[in-house]
């Protein structure tokens, strides 16, 4: 169930794990797995209380922020993690502008009546962030209810956060991402109309048109895409498409062995492997050849990853 800003009765008493959960990666599963233990210990309900939207993008409009995952992605991904809910919390100048004892006071006791909380280790929260982990603990001895603090999660040095993500992502190291996120990074969008060029050449694709805040790596890469809840395997391009008019950025997939009408349906498109960055062709002959070669090698990664895909709630 998916509740917003005042609950629903049936997540009252409910441990929450509490946080942005931009991705919900692996140090995000770990709060989840947390609260889900302490609220089975204590037999309760468990849910993930979350904000929308995040509150960097409302508190520093003028900063773009690449997320990981839209706001229905997300909460896909958090009913995938088997909560008995979620609470979406409106981020605006009213939150932002609540003092943190009285985010617990009025809001996680009084309005939620929660019967735990599961927070990571660098959890910040009311005006001007002046709530930390230990603030929260203590209040909740106060007010009756444990806080389960999570330590940093690291994967062979490297830190598992959504900075950390981020930051492969704008690399093109889309396997090491998925390592930190735990499943593939994918986009959720509409199939637009394009030019049609890839019809001619060849390769018929299905255009989308990313977040304008999305810092992928322009390039070429083996992908895998839900269709009619199927996985199909193909190859996408992501970038300005310099051989013909450097644009706006757009993903093109090509699916393989596929033959259907998918204008206007949404697509989740999972990216497997990096294959090249983009680049500039002399002539359409040379791009075809080149497609052709982008095609077997993402084949032969996505033969190697059988049925990789992201786990997604049915929301």
């Not at 140090?27 to 309760?44: T, Y």
């Not at 520093?60 to 909460?75: A, G, N, T, V, W």
């Not at 497609?291 to 992201?310: C, N």
């Amino acid at each position: 169930m998916i509740a917003r800003d005042n609950g629903d009765p049936r997540l009252k008493g409910a441990v929450v794990a509490i946080g942005n959960f931009d991705g919900v990666h692996r140090g995000h599963r770990a709060v989840i797995a947390a609260a889900q233990k302490k609220a089975h210990d204590l037999r309760r309900p468990v849910a993930a209380l979350t904000f929308a939207p995040h509150p960097r993008l409302f508190l520093r409009p003028q900063e773009p922020l690449f997320q990981l995952s839209d706001e229905r992605s997300k909460l896909r991904l958090l009913a995938a993690r088997g909560l008995d809910g979620a609470i979406v919390m409106t981020f605006d100048a009213a939150l932002a502008a609540t003092p943190a004892e009285d985010f617990i006071t009025k809001i996680l006791v009084e309005r939620f009546e929660i019967g735990g909380a599961a927070i990571g280790f660098d959890f910040h929260f009311g005006k001007n962030r002046g709530g930390s982990p230990d603030f929260l603990r203590a209040q909740g001895a106060r007010h009756g209810f444990s806080v389960d603090v999570v330590p940093p999660l690291e994967d062979e040095g490297r830190p598992v956060s959504s900075g950390a993500i981020r930051t492969a992502l704008a690399a093109g190291k889309v396997v090491e991402a998925a390592e930190l996120l735990g499943a593939p990074w994918f986009v959720s969008g509409e199939v637009i109309h394009g030019e049609k060029r890839g019809r001619a050449l060849g390769f018929p694709t299905a255009n989308m048109r990313l977040d304008p805040s999305c810092a992928l790596k322009h390039g070429v890469y083996a992908v895998r895409a839900a269709v009619d809840g199927k996985r199909v395997d193909g190859v996408a391009s992501f970038g300005r498409r310099p051989t013909f008019d450097n644009g706006a950025p757009l993903l093109e997939v090509y699916l393989f062995d596929f033959d259907g009408e998918l204008y206007g349906r949404h697509l989740d498109v999972a990216f497997i492997g990096w294959i090249r960055p983009e680049q500039k062709f002399d002539d359409v002959d040379e791009l075809r050849l080149r497609m052709a070669g982008d095609s077997a090698r993402a084949r032969e990664i996505l033969a190697r990853s059988a049925g990789v895909f992201p786990n997604l709630g049915g929301i």
